[in-house]
């Protein structure tokens, strides 16, 4: 029940399309969802996150959908850039517990 | 700039020779955490300090130690380290949900690797 899945492991996008990664949860006590970026040999960087009470949360070419009734979460990437090329996280937690990190998913933008 | 800095950024170590690693924040933090993460995989949380409370996970090996001398310094010592602990390890703070009603947002540092031969 404290899982996070994550799909899919692997992305390759064209430049200017739409990335989608998908993460799925069980414990309906999470309420913060996080998306964090790692590049190779860096440490994860917070992306954006998102609480329950939303559906969606927009930050640039960067948004979270939200479904709480599906307890599920995606992360879209509009506009996909080559320097979007990395490693995503996403994770869950509740009240200021720590962190259930998903899998990852190595996410790779063609010139 | 306020951060989370970790020394070294490379680390080799031999076979059964103890190591250290060390973190430091800026951001006042209280709570710091300890992960390590092998290729293709995501972070795993081996322990945290909240404030002065230690709090380790239930698999995380007697080999791996820690100690929190001061809010700003966090530091990893793995006893005898053995080739399965070559990894990135990474240092990450938070503020307890203080400061960000409830949420558990992690700043983390850069990593250091650690190489065993």
């Known amino acids: 029940q404290q899982q996070v899945k994550q799909s899919p492991q692997s992305l390759i996008v064209q430049k200017g399309g739409i990335s989608i990664i998908n993460c799925a949860y069980e414990?309906?006590?999470?309420?913060?969802f996080p998306w964090y970026q790692q590049f190779p040999g860096k440490g994860p960087a917070l992306l954006i996150a998102?609480?329950?009470?939303?559906s969606e949360k927009k930050e640039g070419r960067f948004t979270i959908s939200f479904n709480k009734s599906a307890k599920q979460f995606s992360l879209h990437i509009m506009d996909s850039q080559p320097g979007d090329s990395a490693t995503y996280f996403c994770a869950a937690s509740w009240g200021a517990q720590k962190l259930v990190f998903g899998q990852g998913t190595r996410l790779t933008i063609n010139p | 700039d306020a951060m989370v800095i970790q020394n070294p950024r490379y680390q080799v170590t031999q076979f059964g020779k103890p190591v250290t690693l060390s973190c430091s924040q800026t951001l006042n933090h209280n709570v710091m955490y300890w992960y390590q993460q092998k290729s293709s995989q995501a972070p795993k949380l081996l322990f945290h300090?909240?404030?002065?409370?230690?709090?380790n996970e239930a698999d995380t090996p007697d080999n791996f130690q820690s100690r929190r001398p001061n809010t700003s310094f966090c530091f990893l010592d793995i006893r005898s380290p053995g080739l399965g602990d070559a990894a990135m390890y990474l240092c990450a703070t938070s503020d307890g949900g203080k400061a960000s009603g409830g949420s558990n947002e992690q700043f983390f540092g850069p990593g250091t690797r650690l190489t065993v031969l």
């Open positions: 998102i609480r329950p009470d939303v």
């Open positions: 300090y909240y404030d002065k409370d230690f709090n």
């Open positions: 414990n309906t006590a999470f309420d913060y």
